[in-house]
């Protein structure tokens, strides 16, 4: 029988609600995201790190402020259109595609996932999800 879920749009609708910009593990970035994104705020990187990056581990996430949210989050996302990979993909990250039992517990902080997607088609749409992201941006990050 074919399984109603094909797109991702069958299961995945952005509400804009924010809650991806917020909460525990910080935003990763990687070298390509830190030039993108300093030179759209008009910094060079090391002064764009020294203000808006902080270390997880052996990597930069994007500071968090005190409301918990991302830095550059206000009522939306004000680096869209230079937004990093992870932002990029949410919430078709590569680890659903090995742990799909992720998509259902992602998909109580998020209100636009669809938590009752069969794990096979949801393997499918967020491979090819993830493979078409890959294709088009310029970027060596995995999430």
Not at 91 to 106: C, D, G, H
Not at 126 to 137: C, I, N, P, Q, S
Request: glycine share 6%.
């Amino acid at each position: 029988m074919e399984s109603e879920f094909t797109t991702s749009d069958d299961i995945f609708h952005c509400t804009q609600c924010g809650e991806c910009c917020s909460g525990f593990g910080g935003t990763y970035v990687d070298e390509a995201d830190v030039k993108r994104i300093a030179d759209f705020v008009n910094c060079d990187t090391g002064t764009f790190m020294a203000r808006y990056c902080d270390r997880s581990g052996t990597r930069l996430v994007l500071t968090q402020g005190d409301d918990g949210c991302c830095i550059f989050f206000d009522k939306n996302c004000t680096i869209h259109p230079v937004k990093p990979y992870m932002c990029r993909a949410w919430p078709f990250l590569r680890t659903i595609v090995k742990n799909p039992e992720n998509w259902s517990a992602m998909s109580r902080a998020c209100e636009g996932m669809k938590p009752d997607a069969p794990e096979d088609a949801l393997k499918k749409i967020v491979a090819r999800e993830v493979a078409k992201l890959d294709a088009t941006y310029p970027s060596t990050s995995s999430d």
